[in-house]
């Protein structure tokens, strides 16, 4: 089992930046792909962000590619998501997810989830 934990999440106003991190307990962290998805009021999950197990990959959505930065730190068992020039778009719970494959874009191939947190950007 591998327990995640995200934090960061808040109110902010477009344009501005807020980092997201997520703590990992359980397994051994670095044998695992990291994702952050995020779902809007009334929306799917989708997918934001991900990165391989050891940080040498990325992959973003291409709503948010220029803008949103994943990386990982292994030896601290976090993963983060820096968020600049946010849109009221951005709005949602992001969660962060874990998956036992080298590399994956696709919500089914995570493994574990954390709880979530608000994001919530003002116009």
């Known amino acids: 089992q591998v327990q995640l934990v995200e934090s960061g999440g808040g109110l902010v106003q477009a344009g501005g930046s807020l980092r997201l991190s997520c703590a990992a307990s359980g397994r051994t962290f670095s044998d695992y792909a990291m994702g952050w998805f995020r779902q809007g009021s009334g929306k799917e999950r989708e997918f934001v962000a991900g990165?391989?197990?050891?940080?040498?990959?990325?992959d973003y959505a291409d709503s948010v590619k220029g803008r949103f930065t994943i990386s990982r730190d292994n030896a601290k068992n976090t993963v983060y998501l820096q968020m600049n020039s946010l849109k009221p778009e951005d709005t949602a719970v992001y969660y962060c997810?874990?998956?036992?494959?080298?590399?994956?874009?696709?919500?089914?191939?995570?493994?574990?989830w954390g709880q979530g947190t608000q994001v919530t950007v003002s116009s």
């Open positions: 997810a874990a998956s036992h494959r080298p590399r994956s874009m696709w919500y089914p191939e995570y493994d574990y």
């Open positions: 990165v391989s197990w050891s940080g040498s990959s990325t």
